[in-house]
């Protein structure tokens, strides 16, 4: 064989080698392939949201539509399957306290609007009982301050004239008598004590009733104040007619009042009777008047859906005007101790009421817990929790926000890890060294251009 066609079958040979490698580095499947999923976390169950004992097998929503969390093994403690797990650091920056559970008095106040007016145990008026004219006038203005026995008015009455001549009369008629028999003495007797019970019935002081048997009954009749007070009205003018009944004068003792004083239908409950109140008016805004409740009216304003309690005050000085708006504040709650927290502990969902437990460091149980009455600054716990025990009174929202991030976040991780995982499938994947397939590549393409 001559030199040209050995050159020619080397070639040959060459060519076939190098098709065949570039073949197999580009049709074989590698078998180097590593498996790199790690295992997935496993759930274990579902928790509710709002931390309340209630777990689920399979994912599901509560009540208000909130998803249950997923917990994952590991994540449970031995606590129980509801326990919120928070670091010690965590608990430094959100600023949590805590308050154990105690027994105490429920002292609320009470805030309500009222008006003052007449204390009318202690409203008078001066009505004859008897026909006359007024003859003279002591006291002529209304609002003039008087003072109990003081001479209002003085009258002139026929009729009490008769009266009178008729009592004086029968006194004399007895003096008389005092040598006679005793049924004719008896007799006397009783038609003088007749006329005078008649002039008592009309008001008629006894003073007044002992006029000498001798002379004439006096024409004039004055009548004075039955109490200490102010004239609130005044009718009497001088030298008018008056009849039985008429009113005359109305006299006030403004030393005591009333506040009438209106409480919401919700809140009657807690007020008793006997209840110390602190009234405040806009005439005197640093003054403060005590009284007590010593009245609660029997009906509800329908309208308003308000029931009216009476406050009695004491007015010394005068300070305070009937018609004047006041406000009060009472002071109320149960005298007996309740089982109590702040009202600051209580996460109120509207549907349910819940409080963080103090287990330990770093640890926290939430509790479904029944309320009762309310203070100022505390709530009666009905159940729930017992004396002693912890509750968080402060960050208490950032901890159940924190505890459900906290699962939000791992079931974000979990995702984030399986994308990785996927990730990783595709991009781990050895690749087989192809240089001498690119080299022989380049051979032959270099010996055609030879040829060529």
């Known amino acids: 064989m001559n030199t040209i066609g050995k050159l020619s079958l080397g070639t040959l040979l060459l060519l076939s080698v190098a098709s065949g490698s570039y073949w197999l580095g580009t049709h074989s499947t590698p078998n180097t392939k590593v498996a790199t999923n790690p295992t997935e976390r496993k759930v274990l169950y579902y928790r509710n949201p709002m931390g309340l004992p209630d777990t689920s097998s399979v994912a599901k929503k509560d009540a208000m539509g909130m998803d249950y969390v997923a ?18 650091e965590k608990i430094q920056k959100l600023g949590v306290k805590s308050e154990a559970a105690t027994m105490r008095k429920l002292n609320k106040t009470l805030r309500v609007t009222g008006r003052i007016e007449i204390d009318e145990r202690h409203t008078y008026t001066i009505a004859p009982k008897f026909e006359g004219w007024v003859e003279r006038l002591y006291v002529n203005t209304t609002g003039q301050p008087v003072t109990k026995g003081q001479a ?12 009178q001549r008729e009592y004086a009369l029968a006194v004399q008629g007895l003096a008389a008598l005092q040598k006679a028999d005793e049924d004719a003495k008896n007799s006397m007797q009783r038609l003088a004590d007749a006329s005078a019970t008649r002039l008592k019935n009309w008001d008629i002081s006894s003073a007044q009733l002992d006029t000498p048997a001798k002379s004439e009954a006096r ?18 003018v001088q030298g008018m007619r008056f009849m039985p009944g008429d009113v005359l004068y109305q006299i006030a003792d403004l030393s005591s009042l009333w506040v009438i004083a209106e409480v919401p239908e919700q809140d009657i409950e807690q007020v008793q009777l006997g209840s110390r109140a602190q009234i405040t008016v806009d005439a005197y805004p640093d003054h403060t008047f005590d009284g007590k409740v010593d009245f609660i009216y029997p009906t509800l304003n329908s309208a308003t859906r308000t029931v009216q309690i009476r406050i009695e005050i004491k007015n010394p000085k005068g300070l305070l005007k009937p018609a004047m708006f006041a406000s009060a504040r009472l002071a109320i709650g149960k005298s007996n101790k309740l089982l109590t927290v702040p009202t600051s502990a209580v996460i109120d969902s509207g549907t349910r009421q819940v ?10 149980e939430p509790r479904a817990v029944s309320l009762g009455n309310r203070s100022d600054d505390y709530v009666e716990i009905l159940s729930g929790i017992s004396e002693g025990e912890q509750v968080i009174i402060s960050a208490n929202f950032l901890i159940d926000a924190e505890s459900n991030l906290k699962a939000a976040l791992g079931g974000l991780s979990g995702s984030v890890q399986q994308a990785q995982d996927k990730h990783a499938e595709h991009t781990t994947t050895p690749v087989i060294e192809q240089k001498p397939a690119d080299t022989a590549t380049e051979n032959h393409t270099q010996h055609q251009h030879e040829e060529h």
């Not at 399957?81 to 010690?88: E, G, L, P, Q």
């Not at 024409?219 to 009497?236: L, N, Q, Y």
């Open 71 to 88: 917990v994952y093994e590991g994540d449970a403690e031995s606590g129980g399957n509801n326990t919120i797990n928070i670091s010690v």
């Open 219 to 236: 024409p004039h009749v004055t009548f004075h104040a039955p109490i200490s007070g102010i004239v609130m009205e005044k009718k009497a």
């Open 152 to 163: 209002l008015f003085e009258v002139y009455s026929p009729e009490l004239v008769s009266a």
């Open 355 to 364: 409080v963080l437990v103090r287990l330990a460091e770093g640890r926290f």
